[in-house]
């Protein structure tokens, strides 16, 4: 079965330290993957996606995921995160020619000033 | 950038109302897309909708229905709620069908049933 899995419920970090939140996914195909950020009382904002090609993916506010296909991860990381990062990060999947995502749970993170 | 839109950020509603979710998106998207969150539980989807007037069942349809008239709006209906339908929802919009879309989400509505 289709499943994504996110570790870890919560996560705290200094201010300034850096970040991996993790993801692991359970999917035949080749998937599509994103991060998505949902501040407190907001909906989910795209971070950043993998289709192909590079698998070292860029996205906004400082963040990057790595895809590695043999641990079946995509994890998010940022190297120096500051107390604006504080919200919940959520994995998700998806296929071509299917509409559905699959996401994770959520990580929720704080930052220690 | 896409702008999607949904009419109240907070809703509390009684027992056995018929209850309006409305969404709207300003980027001529054709997939729309409700989904419930609930902590610990993540996303569920809902209903979701890939063109005017058609819509499939999600992962969690029951006590809920959904109508697409016009391309830009999607509306969940509560048909008699619940307390057990206390929830934040999110509706989303894509541009096309298929998983590598990345699907664009409004702010959520939160909904309480007394």
């Known amino acids: 079965a289709q499943s994504v899995t996110q570790p870890d419920i919560h996560i705290t970090v200094s201010e300034g330290a850096s970040l991996e939140l993790r993801c692991n996914y359970s999917?035949?195909?080749?998937?599509?993957l994103f991060w998505y950020v949902q501040s407190p009382g907001q909906g989910l904002q795209l971070l950043l996606k993998?289709?192909?090609?590079?698998?070292l993916v860029q996205g906004i506010k400082g963040f990057e995921a790595e895809f590695k296909r043999s641990q079946s991860s995509f994890n998010l990381r940022k190297p120096s995160v500051h107390w604006s990062d504080a919200a919940e990060y959520f994995c998700?999947?998806?296929?071509?020619?299917?509409?559905?995502?699959?996401f994770g749970t959520g990580t929720r993170l704080k930052v220690l000033a | 950038d896409v702008k999607v839109t949904q009419s109240s950020r907070y809703l509390v509603k009684r027992t056995g109302e018929k209850v309006f979710l409305e969404c709207v998106q300003d980027m001529d998207h054709e997939n729309m897309f409700w989904y419930r969150q609930d902590p610990g539980l993540g996303l569920r989807l809902i209903y979701f909708?890939?063109?005017?007037?058609?819509?499939e069942k999600g992962d969690i349809p029951e006590g809920y229905s959904v109508s697409r008239e016009k391309k830009e709006r999607f509306s969940l209906i509560l048909e008699s709620a619940s307390t057990n339908q206390t929830s934040m929802y999110l509706c989303?919009?894509?541009?096309?069908?298929?998983?590598?879309?990345?699907?664009?989400f409004g702010d959520g509505t939160r909904l309480s049933i007394l």
């Open positions: 999917y035949g195909a080749t998937p599509y």
């Open positions: 993998y289709f192909s090609g590079d698998t």
């Open positions: 989303a919009s894509s541009l096309v069908s298929g998983g590598a879309q990345p699907q664009h």
């Open positions: 998700a999947v998806g296929a071509s020619g299917t509409y559905k995502y699959i």
């Open positions: 909708s890939y063109d005017v007037k058609m819509k």
